[in-house]
């Protein structure tokens, strides 16, 4: 559950400009504000079941634009990438099958970047 709440809020991060206003307010007062569907509901005078129709389809709007932008994916790829560059160097030595794998990362993430 967690993931899929840090997903959320990465995606909202990312494409959530790109949203109409109202799906960008539901979204902040559901997932950030931790606001229930009632409180929302009563907050913009309707009822529940259109709070839960529009936050529906505002977290279908974010997946349809990573499916077709693919920046939360890229964004966890360097992230993994950086993470596993970091464990190498924290090491007092560096083999050099290690020094050449930091080259091999730095290699991906500059491809990913130029993508």
Same mark, same amino acid.
């Given at each position: 559950?967690?993931?899929?709440?840090?997903?959320?809020?990465?995606?909202?991060?990312?494409?959530?400009?790109?949203?109409?206003?109202?799906?960008?307010?539901?979204?902040?007062?559901?997932?950030?504000?931790?606001?229930?569907?009632?409180?929302?509901?009563?907050?913009?005078?309707?009822?529940?079941?259109?709070?839960?129709?529009?936050?529906?389809?505002?977290?279908?709007?974010?997946?349809?634009?990573?499916?077709? =932008? $693919?920046?939360?994916? %890229?964004?966890?790829?360097? +992230? /993994? @990438? !950086?993470? &596993?560059?970091? #464990?190498? =160097? $924290?090491?007092?030595? %560096?083999?050099?099958?290690? +020094? /050449? @794998? !930091?080259? &091999?990362?730095? #290699?991906? =993430?500059?491809?990913?970047?130029?993508?």
């Amino acid at each position: 559950m967690l993931d899929k709440l840090n997903r959320v809020n990465l995606l909202y991060d990312i494409y959530g400009p790109l949203l109409t206003q109202r799906r960008q307010e539901v979204l902040q007062l559901y997932f950030s504000d931790n606001l229930s569907l009632g409180e929302i509901a009563a907050e913009y005078g309707t009822s529940r079941q259109a709070v839960y129709d529009l936050i529906r389809q505002a977290l279908a709007a974010l997946e349809d634009l990573e499916a077709k =932008l $693919g920046f939360y994916k %890229l964004f966890q790829f360097q +992230q /993994e @990438r !950086l993470l &596993e560059a970091d #464990r190498i =160097l $924290g090491r007092a030595q %560096l083999a050099a099958a290690e +020094q /050449e @794998r !930091l080259r &091999e990362i730095i #290699r991906e =993430l500059r491809q990913q970047n130029e993508q």
